[in-house]
């Protein structure tokens, strides 16, 4: 703490962002918010689900949306494409991609940071740009180079506004 005219301000340290939600392909706002109250009744949450923007609904389920058991509950009740994407602590980005209920691609930008006995199921999750361009208009190069693992170090919030921006995603 530093003392300034009787006020005492304390320095910390800065964490970096953490944020998630999930996205929804769907014009159907009723159906998404009718899956969105079974889910987060049944897993006791609260949420916030957004208007259509682009072809997707958002959904914010508290916590942060760090949590993809959300996502796949809902990706079981609706059939359109369902997308968790996640920051955690600005140093990794992920994503899971459910279609039908089905898991079709994932993404984990930073495998070990957990510790390494985690390493080995991140590494799985690489990310395949060639099937995520299905949701992007083709855009497989793009994706390719914003999910690049060895590029240098960022701010992992600026990844994931890259690759929202090539998905559509507002």
Request: neutral net charge; hydrophobic residues 40%.
């Amino acid at each position: 703490p530093v003392a300034v005219t009787g006020l005492a301000f304390c320095r910390r340290k800065r964490m970096g962002s953490f944020f998630g939600s999930v996205q929804v392909r769907s014009g159907d706002r009723a159906g998404v918010i009718q899956a969105a109250e079974k889910v987060a009744h049944e897993q006791r949450q609260t949420c916030l689900v957004g208007p259509p923007l682009n072809g997707w609904i958002g959904i914010y389920p508290e916590q942060g949306g760090q949590d993809a058991s959300f996502a796949q509950a809902i990706a079981n009740l609706v059939a359109e494409d369902v997308l968790h994407l996640a920051v955690h602590d600005d140093d990794i980005t992920a994503y899971w991609w459910w279609r039908q209920g089905k898991l079709l691609d994932s993404y984990w930008s930073a495998p070990g940071y957990f510790g390494e006995e985690l390493r080995e199921s991140e590494e799985a999750h690489v990310g395949q740009p060639e099937l995520l361009a299905q949701l992007a208009k083709g855009k497989a190069e793009e994706l390719r180079q914003i999910l690049a693992r060895d590029r240098p170090k960022i701010l992992e919030g600026k990844r994931l506004r890259a690759l929202s921006s090539v998905l559509g995603i507002r």
